[in-house]
């Protein structure tokens, strides 16, 4: 390497070589670095790597390293990291496994080229050894990811395939990769690798950031564990693999946490398995995968319509429609009336005309449904056409009818005042059979309204369907925020602590935006009560939880200590059913006036929409 700075103390340093200002030298300077670099021992190794990885992050789809050998080079540095440990452990070159398996997952992401340049020079077989896990976790990471950008594209996926240890260490990393994490570095601060450290915080934070990255890149290590199976799972060879119960029945509750929201973890691969004919009937045979993806449909889960788009294949499908239908059915007739999912239009008419189908295919003797399951799909058939009916409508004839449900709706608020919380509900039950259909507005309130009845009557599952259908009903779809509070409570009040947090932030955020004086965040403060709920779920449902009680709850020690883990006395948490009722046995909730206001001083006073809440007031509807 010609060009070569005075006061560099590194011969034939990377970075000189990029300040060479004529081209064809400065090709020909970094051709022969990714050359001889890995059969140098010299010291500083890392830097030039470090800068490569800064690079490729930056500029992904710049070809100029890949023509001149970066991948090769790469590949034969991980080698030599698997087969050296004398070279590994000097200097700082433990970083030089990671780094290089990062670059490569940087440079195949976007350009299905470039994966084709990264299979020819001979990168699987490296990944797959750090796979394997013959370093650590953390070079497991970049490894999968690496490895599932190269399985994405058509021409390299066989490359992939031809290893078929791959799908079963994804398989292996997908259900163990938590535990491996909490216990190989969150658990014990004191036994933390210190280029761990430094590669989860870039030297930037203390133990407690070092326990939040370790989170978010045990997520990550799942959940490209989960992509990269994904791959395998179009193709039909690969499902009986995919398909074993003992992984299925973990898949719904891979979710990436909080920490990693944007990818859609188990519930995408379980979409991608149902999708497939051969996917279906091992996750038809499962009871609980059925219930999880009936939860996740009836969810502010940003994945909701995946779970949707499960039940809907489960259910045309005449192989496993009757395995299903009886478990399925309850949660889609709840979101026959959503119209508009994030991309998905008309979705509520979706599901009702598969409803209808599998009423039909019972007359042709295909399956068999119970009367109970016939009878709730019948009423949902006849509310499509009561809303045909109501069209043709006068509209006189139209406002008597909400006329009418809402002299039903108030003699409903009145019982509830009294503590008649049943009679209420009946009620309820008689306006929503009055409201027009189109006054969605209204029907909101009236379901919102009838699941608190049902929570305040512990019946939870009543509770989460009418909350539901108030939740399809608004617009934007799942923003009404008393009805997210009051599902959170009844998912609560179920065990379910992922759908109850994931309610109970989305209210939160709701408020934080709402008009409401009975909902909007006064002084900008996070209502106690919410607050206390988040954090109990947020324990729940924390990713390492179970890993830990596996562990036998031992957590890492200092001010890093475990995020959600440490076990407290859940004695001042409420639960659902004791902070909605007062002393008397029944919510303190105030009546619902559909009056305007007459002064100020007539307006009660509601510090809490649910826990201590009023009925839906009239400015709603």
């Known amino acids: 390497m010609d060009k070569v700075s005075s006061d560099c103390p590194y011969p034939g340093c990377f970075f000189c070589v990029m300040k060479e200002g004529n081209p064809s030298k400065r090709r020909a300077s970094v051709l022969k670095f990714f050359r001889e670099l890995p059969c140098q021992d010299d010291d500083g190794q890392v830097l030039p790597i470090s800068g490569l990885w800064n690079t490729a992050m930056a500029h992904p789809n710049d070809p100029e390293f890949l023509e001149l050998g970066i991948f090769e080079c790469m590949s034969a540095l991980i080698w030599k990291g698997l087969k050296n440990r004398r070279w590994l452990s000097h200097d700082q070159n433990i970083y030089i496994p990671y780094y290089a398996a990062h670059i490569i997952g940087s440079y195949t992401m976007n350009m299905e080229e470039f994966a084709e340049s990264a299979v020819h020079a001979g990168v699987i077989p490296p990944l797959v050894e750090l796979l394997r896990g013959r370093l650590t976790w953390v070079e497991q990471r970049v490894a999968v990811r690496a490895l599932g950008h190269l399985a994405t594209y058509a021409s390299t996926f066989p490359a992939i395939a031809s290893h078929g240890e791959i799908l079963e260490l994804s398989i292996q990393l997908a259900m163990s990769s938590l535990e491996i994490v909490y216990s190989h570095f969150y658990q014990y601060v ?19 950031m070092e326990s939040r990255k370790a989170e978010e890149w045990a997520s990550q290590l799942q959940c490209w564990s989960l992509q990269l199976i994904n791959c395998f799972a179009f193709k039909h060879e690969f499902l009986p693999t995919i398909c074993k119960p003992e992984f299925l029945i973990k898949l719904p509750g891979m979710w990436g946490g909080l920490v990693n929201e944007n990818s859609p973890a188990g519930i995408g691969l379980l979409r991608t398995i149902c999708h497939q004919k051969l996917g279906r009937g091992p996750v038809a045979s499962c009871p609980g995968i059925i219930d999880a993806l009936c939860n996740i449909a009836r969810s502010s889960d940003d994945w909701q319509y995946m779970a949707i788009d499960c039940l809907l294949w489960l259910l045309e499908d005449p192989n496993t429609c009757h395995k299903v239908i ?8 709840d979101l026959a009336e959503i119209t508009t999912l994030g991309d998905h239009k008309k979705l509520g008419d979706l599901v009702v005309n598969v409803l209808q189908e599998c009423i039909q295919s019972q007359g042709s003797g295909r399956s068999s449904i119970s009367s109970h399951t016939k009878e709730q799909i019948e009423d949902i058939l006849n509310s499509k056409q009561r809303l045909k009916w109501e069209k043709n409508m006068p509209k006189e004839d139209l406002h008597i009818k909400q006329a009418a449900a809402l002299v039903v709706k108030l003699e409903g608020n ?16 008689e ?6 259909m189109r006054s969605r507005k209204e029907r909101v309130v009236l379901y919102s309204n009838r699941a608190q009845c049902h929570l305040l009557l512990q019946q939870p599952l009543a509770a989460i369907s009418d909350a539901t259908r108030a939740l399809c009903l608004h617009k934007p779809v799942n923003r009404h925020a008393k009805s997210l509070w009051r599902r959170a409570q009844a998912y609560d009040m179920l065990g379910l602590a992922k759908e109850s947090l994931l309610d109970a932030i989305l209210f939160i955020n709701e408020c934080s935006q709402s008009n409401d004086p009975d909902l909007s965040l006064r002084q900008n403060k996070v209502p106690d009560y919410a607050e206390r709920l988040v954090k109990k779920q947020m324990r729940a449902a924390w990713l390492f939880r179970e890993a830990a009680i596996k562990h036998g709850g031992v957590h890492s020690q200092g001010d890093g200590g475990d995020m959600y883990g440490p076990e407290t006395d859940d004695s001042e948490w409420e639960t659902a059913s004791e902070s909605d009722i007062g002393n008397d046995g029944r919510d303190d909730m105030g009546e619902d006036d559909d009056g305007d206001w007459n002064n100020d001083d007539e307006r009660k006073n509601y510090d809490k929409p649910s826990m201590k809440a009023s009925l839906d007031h009239p400015s709603e509807r």
């Open 414 to 429: 009145s019982l509830f005042s009294s503590g008649s919380i049943a009679g209420a509900a009946s009620k309820y039950s």
């Open 326 to 333: 009886d478990k399925v059915v309850p949660a889609l007739v």
């Open 431 to 436: 306006a929503l059979a009055l409201c027009p």
């Open 190 to 208: 004191d036994r933390r690798l210190s280029y761990h450290c430094d590669l989860l915080t870039r030297g930037m934070g203390g133990v407690e």
